[in-house]
DNA sequence: GTAGCAACTCAAGTTCACTTGAAGTCAAGA
DNA sequence: TCTTGACTTCAAGTGAACTTGAGTTGCTAC
């Protein structure tokens, strides 16, 4: 299996070194084979990465991804962490979707706004998602 | 329409007084009006602090929703600084969208393996959302 | 051998979104 | 009048997620 540089990884992911090093300081990556000191990464450390960019666009922070990865191989918990963590995860997961649906479905009503009567259409739009004359004030 | 307190406020939206305060002082709620030196507010802030949090949800920094909120009552700039921000976001949303709805159907998977065999059923679960074996190492 | 380049480490700095702490103010009640 | 309690301001501190900078090391090419 082939190994990549850092750099060549910073290029298929778009993360910079420092970010690299710096997951792997945290304990999200753990140590990679070092040649002559440089870092040589397995190819299924691209995986990985995307998975951790899923995971923080979802609402988890590196420490609860970390705690994911390392308490689900980690057979004598039993799963009762990362059971509990995930539970709660798909709580606020289902909220997050609701919220994001609920902005796009407003923002794109006002992006349907014409330019002519902008002002009134905007808070005409507003009303009709329960959001009052708030936006505009 | 009533007027409500600082402690009134974080009672009805979970924000604390600092957070208000800091909202106000970054422009993203205007001064309120004082009596005695204490803000009073109008009842109508609590629909823009749930904009707010919605917007935050949504992956819109607070700087973000400023620029939103006082761009589009903004007559003289015709519209252009918002409409190229509110484009950009619609498209952020539903990417966001798509990983947690991803992240979602995987941990729930994850979370419907059976005590026995977990390690197994964990990896099977990983390859089958092409995550490979990365999750588990 | 030495120049260049890409990587390295380690400490300190940055941004965002707040929070905390110190010191002061105002209105109401005993 | 004095105290209490809820507020105020202002400056500094915090935690998360990185980034930056200084100084070093290890191939590769000339």
Chains 1, 2 share one sequence.
């Not at 990679?32 to 995971?55: K, M, P």
Request: proline fraction near 1%; hydrophobic fraction near 35%.
């Amino acid at each position: 299996m082939a190994e990549l540089s850092i750099s060549q990884v910073t290029q298929e992911t778009g993360l910079r070194p420092s970010a690299l090093r710096y997951y792997e300081e945290i304990g999200l990556l753990k140590p990679t084979r070092r040649v002559g000191g440089r870092r040589h990464y397995d190819e299924s450390v691209l995986q990985r990465l995307a998975l951790i960019q899923t995971g923080q666009q979802a609402g988890f922070s590196l420490a609860e991804l970390e705690t994911l990865f390392n308490s689900m191989l980690d057979t004598e918990t039993g799963g009762a962490e990362w059971h509990t963590l995930v539970a709660r995860k798909l709580k606020e997961m289902d909220a997050r979707l609701g919220n994001i649906k609920r902005m796009k479905r407003l923002l794109e009503d006002i992006m349907a706004c014409d330019d002519e009567g902008l002002a009134e259409c905007i808070v005409q739009t507003g009303q009709k998602h329960q959001i009052g004359t708030s936006v505009l004030e």
